[in-house]
């Protein structure tokens, strides 16, 4: 594992070099919803990502340690072949289904939908599980 300092300075470099916000976008979370996981406010990670200012040691180690699960938890979604591509994350879901993140959670807990359960990236709902969002669902 690494480091204190390696994790504040994988911090600084994930946002300065985009890979922050790469991450946000391979698993379709808007910023509001990552910097919600992160425990961060969006205009914060709006302000680190464009530049606009920089971090202190504390947050470099928060976006750091978050990076660094974000990317265990996507090598672990890999080794169980979960496509992340059939996924779509619990704010998603929620706008569409028209349901808090509770409700959703319920569901998934009792098998309504079928959700998988990413560490730091929060909770991700099947696609096919969302009409709107499912490509073989028939238009209306």
Not at 92 to 117: D, F, M, N, P
Not at 123 to 140: A, K, Q
Request: proline share 4%.
């Amino acid at each position: 594992n690494p480091t204190r300092a390696e994790l504040a300075q994988l911090g600084i470099l994930s946002t300065m070099n985009g890979t922050l916000r790469q991450l946000r976008d391979r698993v379709q979370l808007s910023r509001n919803a990552q910097a919600h996981l992160m425990d961060v406010t969006p205009d914060a990670l709006r302000r680190w990502e464009d530049g606009e200012q920089g971090m202190n040691h504390a947050s470099a180690l928060k976006v750091g340690e978050w990076v660094w699960a974000a990317q265990r938890a996507l090598d672990d979604a890999e080794a169980h072949h979960i496509t992340l591509s059939e996924l779509v994350p619990l704010s998603t879901a929620s706008q569409y289904l028209s349901l808090s993140a509770e409700e959703i959670l319920e569901k998934c807990q009792t098998g309504v939908l079928r959700c998988e359960e990413l560490g730091v990236l929060g909770t991700f709902v099947y696609r096919s599980y969302i009409p709107r969002l499912d490509p073989n669902t028939p238009e209306e």
